[in-house]
């Protein structure tokens, strides 16, 4: 099985972060929206990547071939940028004469059991249901169980089962053909050439596509869903049973968190939903439900619902005061 990764995005809703870091690469509990994505693959089995990279691609090439050594990686640059549909059309060389290609998006993190969707000899598309499926794409499914429609943010949304950014592709080169039908047409949806309009071709071609229920899915493209996504992610028992407290004396630590290695942490309260990068420096600090890079030293703080960039410096306010009777003091506003 190949697996093909689009990380060209400029990530707009993620700024500042993503104006001097991928999207791909923001830090999410324990690792990088990019790391969850490959560690998940890699325990599937999956061994040879095709990485379709643009903005900030030589950060995302580096960080897969330094952290993931063992794998075949190939990158391929989309350059103009204009939708994921095009980005796959750029690609397809790499995998037009497979048996089946994995395609998962790099800024979606799915739990779903890759091995059984990986068996299935199907083209399987992974979905989620939603509370708002005008912002997704969507699908229609038939009596039959197959997919009948996929419309790409509809108006009036006829189902609430978005997808999730994992499709697996029996015949790629059928998928081929359909996505050089919407070039060459120059079929657009939203000013963008899309998969979902190249999968819909594929039906309508008489291609058979089942829906997959995927377990989670963490869509990591703004902050909300980020912080929202981190604080699933550490909801794991293994964030909730990690025990800080001889690493960290003289703070107070209140899972679930993940402190990263060679932290230097003091005077402080840490928790609930944190994750903080390696060789952090906290002093004198309150956190909870937020994200602080590697390399980041904050003092005095007190934060919640943040994202703090790696490298980063913030330093608060300490104050010395000496207050009468019947006296209000409010720095809130």
């Not at 693959?41 to 030589?58: C, K, R, S």
């Not at 640059?77 to 397809?92: D, F, S």
């Not at 979905?127 to 108006?155: H, N, R, W």
Request: hydrophobic residues 40%; glycine residues 8%; charged residues 20%.
């Amino acid at each position: 099985m190949k697996v093909v990764i689009p990380v060209a995005g400029v990530g707009s809703k993620l700024r500042p972060h993503t104006h001097t870091q991928p999207k791909s690469l923001v830090p999410v509990a324990d690792n990088t929206i990019l790391g969850h994505i490959v560690e998940r693959l890699v325990q599937a089995g999956v061994q040879d990547y095709v990485f379709i990279i643009g903005y900030l691609g030589d950060k995302v090439e580096s960080y897969v071939r330094q952290k993931y050594p063992g794998i075949n990686a190939e990158f391929i640059v989309q350059e103009p940028r204009e939708g994921l549909g095009h980005a796959l059309w750029i690609a397809r060389e790499s995998y037009r004469y497979e048996d089946s290609v994995l395609i998962m998006l790099g800024d979606n993190i799915v739990e779903a059991d890759l091995p059984a969707i990986i068996a299935l000899p199907k083209s399987v598309l992974g979905v989620k249901k939603v509370a708002k499926p005008s912002l997704f794409g969507v699908t229609e499914v038939g009596m039959d169980e197959y997919i009948t429609k996929l419309v790409e943010k509809p108006k009036i949304p006829k189902s609430n089962f978005a997808l999730v950014g994992l499709y697996k592709i029996m015949q790629p080169e059928k998928l081929v053909r359909s996505l050089e039908h919407i070039i060459t047409e120059n079929v657009r949806t939203h000013n963008e050439y899309h998969l979902t309009d190249a999968l819909m071709h594929m039906i309508r071609q008489g291609e058979k596509m089942v829906t997959w229920n995927v377990d989670n899915w963490f869509d990591c493209g703004r902050k909300e869903t980020l912080l929202e996504a981190n604080a699933k992610l550490l909801s794991q028992p293994r964030f909730r049973e990690k025990d800080y407290s001889d690493l960290y004396p003289g703070n107070i630590i209140i899972p679930p968190v993940s402190i990263g290695a060679n932290c230097n942490i003091t005077h402080s309260i840490i928790g609930p939903n944190v994750a903080i990068g390696e060789n952090a420096t906290i002093s004198r600090s309150s956190l909870s439900n937020s994200i602080i890079g590697a390399y980041s030293e904050l003092q005095n703080a007190v934060m919640h619902d943040s994202i703090i960039g790696s490298d980063a410096s913030f330093k608060g306010l300490s104050h010395s005061l000496n207050i009468g009777d019947s006296t209000e003091i409010n720095f809130a506003q």
